[in-house]
């Protein structure tokens, strides 16, 4: 079963991967294209920081970090201990897109940001970041609402 998350992780990171290709090939820094008229747009960024641009060059720590939360995800999806869909979802989603953030990290030095929501102001992200941030949700759903019952059944 756990191919089937680690299947989820290896699309986040090719569609990552994919999107941002195109955007690098096709697209010069700060241009941007409406995708859908006032909803979404691609505006090409290089982000060497982290969310809304917070610690500038300090790629090492985002290394660091990145392979941290790599290893600490992989250990809770092959861990027999903490199995539940919902909950390995969550992983699988947020290791996809620390690795499509850490492959851009290593290869670049930057993260390629792309996607610009038109109808309210909000920080340029990727789509590393989109399941990273689904990936959480989804995890503090399962332990609010969830944990205890499985707790309560072992």
Request: hydrophobic share 55%; net charge negative.
């Amino acid at each position: 079963m756990q191919f089937l998350y680690l299947f989820i992780s290896l699309f986040v990171v090719l569609a990552d991967q994919g999107l941002k290709s195109y955007i690098v090939s096709h697209y010069s820094v700060s241009e941007v294209h409406q995708i859908i008229p006032g909803i979404l747009s691609f505006n090409y960024l290089q982000n060497d920081g982290a969310a809304w641009n917070i610690l500038t060059g300090q790629m090492w720590l985002f290394y660091g970090i990145s392979v941290i939360a790599i290893g600490v995800c992989l250990y809770f999806l092959f861990n027999k201990k903490y199995k539940n869909t919902l909950f390995d979802v969550g992983l699988a989603l947020v290791l996809g897109g620390i690795i499509g953030n850490f492959i851009d990290r290593l290869h670049l030095k930057y993260v390629v940001d792309m996607l610009r929501l038109d109808f309210i102001n909000f920080n340029i992200f990727n789509i590393a970041d989109t399941a990273i941030t689904i990936g959480v949700l989804i995890i503090f759903i399962y332990l609010i609402f969830f944990a205890d019952k499985d707790d309560q059944n072992a």
